[in-house]
């Protein structure tokens, strides 16, 4: 077996040994009910063995390391990072969209609609990923001011670096691919027709996905049907992703508090800890909006994920709901007790 420092060159950047008489690779693709994992002696097709799915870990992501054993995955590796979303639909499971990354692409077009809140909502996620995020700003050759248009993104993604790229013309390219280092993954992220594949494919110097023509409103059309690591020509990793038509939040109440510092920032100063941000007195949030310090469409979006994240940690945490309850069985006594409310009221 070779040495784990052959592996530095997927992605392994850990000091333990692995497990002696096993060989490690990492998870490229998902299909079909097999894995194609990348190893030290090259790419191969294995099966997952049930102890994956019965995983903690949820059953394996493309960027996973597992441990082999002749035909078969066995065991998966604790991650290190992990961008996680909540299933589509009408559930509460969480999917790992990919595991072990160290920085988190987040795509978006400068073409089409505003972007602003559909950013603000990937950042909240990758924050809470454990990897560094990045917006790439895709389509550059097709915007008219590609100054302005980066200008308002880096004013809401605080802390985030905002680069423009043009797969056609090549600009901004050598920015990302400074990012991606030797042995160094990412992960693209973002919703359909924003240009991931076409940035994947430039970033790779070859077609790694398929694309389709730009419709007339400037915005492609989905092609990537599956998670898949590519291995890049400066030695970089990529995890190209298919778009996501809904990104829903699984616990990512300390993320939303990162991507929207400034809101979080501002509620500190406010009179009172438990401020609702309603008009109460000397609520600061308020006072920033008034005096125009604070877009008021940030701050409602920032109100709106901290209760979409709320509502999701009830429906996974038990001992949260039963908090919950008694919370509002608190506030409906507290209610009526008020000594102001007619007599009669309080006694129903």
């Known amino acids: 077996m070779r040495p784990v420092t052959d592996l530095s060159s997927l ?19 998902i299909d079909r009910g097999r894995l194609t994992v990348l190893t030290a002696e090259g790419e191969r097709r294995v099966v997952p063995g049930r102890a994956l799915h019965e995983s903690e870990l949820g059953g394996p992501a493309v960027g996973d390391w597992v441990v082999l054993r002749g035909e078969l995955a066995t065991e ?24 072990n990354v160290d ?5 978006d077009a400068m073409t ?9 909502r990937y950042l909240a996620v990758a924050w809470s990923s454990g990897a560094t995020p990045v917006v790439v700003l895709t389509k550059a050759d097709l ?25 056609v013309t090549g600009e901004g390219l050598d920015a990302v691919r400074a990012l991606l280092g030797p042995g160094r993954t990412a992960a693209m992220v973002g919703p359909s027709g924003v240009g991931k594949s076409s ?21 492609g059309r989905h092609t990537t049907t599956a998670r898949e690591l590519h291995v890049l020509p ?26 929207y510092a400034d809101v979080a920032e501002l509620a500190q100063d406010c009179r009172f800890r438990d401020c609702g941000h309603r008009g109460e007195p000397g609520c600061a949030v308020a006072a ?15 109100r709106k994920l901290q209760a979409e994240a709320h509502r999701q940690r009830l429906r996974v945490d038990a001992r949260a709901r039963a908090e919950e309850r008694a919370r509002l069985r608190s506030f409906h006594r507290a209610l009526k007790d008020q000594p102001n409310r007619p007599r009669a009221e309080r006694a129903r």
């Open 288 to 302: 920033a909006i008034e005096d125009g310090r604070l877009d008021p469409a940030r701050f409602t979006a920032w």
């Open 11 to 29: 992605g392994w950047g850990r000091s333990d040994e692995p497990p002696c008489g096993v060989v490690l690779a990492r998870v490229a693709r």
């Open 234 to 259: 400066g030695g970089g990793l990529l995890v190209d992703t298919p778009g996501m038509r809904e990104l829903a939040l699984y616990d990512d109440e300390d993320g939303i508090e990162t991507a």
């Open 112 to 120: 089409g609609d505003a972007r602003l809140r559909r950013v603000e």
């Open 199 to 219: 940035l994947a494919n430039a970033l790779a110097g070859r077609t790694v996905a398929g694309t389709h023509e730009i419709r007339e409103d400037g915005r």
């Open 76 to 99: 998966i590796l604790p991650r290190k990072s992990a961008f996680v979303r909540t299933v589509a639909g009408r559930t509460s499971a969480a999917q790992v969209v990919a595991a």
């Open 143 to 167: 915007c008219a001011d590609v100054a302005a248009a980066v200008a308002a993104v880096r004013e809401d993604a605080i802390g985030v670096e905002v680069l423009p790229v043009s797969s």
């Open 103 to 107: 920085v988190v692409l987040v795509v």
